[in-house]
């Protein structure tokens, strides 16, 4: 079990919008603006998408935006393409042992 | 460019012992904290270890604890991760990353690592 949970699967339309959630508790997500966002195509390295928590890096689309409330954070994807077709994971710095989690995954299928 | 390449993965025992290595290129590898992420088949990511940029600091997922080490030389801008005391749930692909506490805006293409007797 992910200590950060995510929907297993979300899908959409081109050029919808949808949005992943990824939630924590007080110790990782609610507590600390240390939330990423990775996007893995099959047999691929994860890409960085978002960071602390609604960051872009260069060259990332601004269809990609993310936020956080409380202990849950989320990604949305607007406009959506057929190459956002992906697995999407939220990860964050936690003050448990651990110090970092990642979530489980979410499966984006665009229909 | 940044790059990071792995090397090193395989077929292993139970109970064996491999060494991950990842050369760095494209950066001042030494200004860096540098992490171990890994992915077993068909399975999410999973933080294992990182390092400080001098080797003062290291942390560990408390699953690899007292098995594996972490460890780099700046000299030869190179990362590595000693796994000893091998298991099947060690199975995964290893990916070098630059950076910590989820930040990671640069990869490595990845290392297989199969236990498996």
């Known amino acids: 079990q992910s200590a950060l949970t995510q929907p297993a699967s979300v899908s959409g339309s081109p050029g919808q919008s949808i949005t992943i959630s990824c939630t924590g508790t007080?110790?990782?997500?609610?507590?600390?603006?240390?939330v990423s966002w990775y996007q893995q195509h099959p047999g691929k390295a994860p890409k960085l998408m978002i960071y602390?928590?609604?960051n872009r890096p260069s060259g990332v689309s601004n269809r990609f935006s993310g936020s956080k409330s409380g202990n849950t954070a989320s990604l949305t994807i607007s406009g959506l393409q057929a190459e956002d077709e992906a697995d999407y994971y939220c990860?964050?710095?936690?003050?448990?042992?651990?110090?970092?989690?990642f979530g489980g995954g979410t499966k984006l299928t665009v229909l | 460019e940044v790059q990071l390449v792995e090397s090193g993965g395989g077929l292993v025992q139970p109970g064996g012992s491999l060494r991950l290595s990842c050369a760095a290129s494209?950066?001042?590898?030494?200004?860096?904290?540098m992490s171990w992420v890994r992915q077993a088949p068909g399975k999410g990511l999973e933080w294992v270890a990182n390092?400080?940029?001098?080797?003062?600091?290291?942390y560990y997922v408390d699953s690899v604890k007292g098995r594996f080490t972490i460890s780099r030389d700046n000299a030869k801008n190179s990362l590595y991760l000693q796994m000893n005391s091998l298991r099947a749930e060690d199975t995964a692909v290893y990916y070098c990353?630059?950076?910590?506490?989820?930040?990671?805006?640069?990869w490595g293409q990845g290392t297989l690592v199969t236990v498996s007797s």
């Open positions: 990353a630059r950076g910590r506490s989820g930040y990671y805006p640069y």
């Open positions: 494209g950066f001042t590898f030494s200004s860096y904290w």
């Open positions: 390092i400080k940029q001098d080797g003062s600091e290291k």
């Open positions: 007080s110790s990782d997500v609610g507590g600390y603006n240390y």
């Open positions: 602390d928590v609604s």
């Open positions: 990860s964050s710095y936690t003050s448990s042992s651990t110090l970092e989690v």
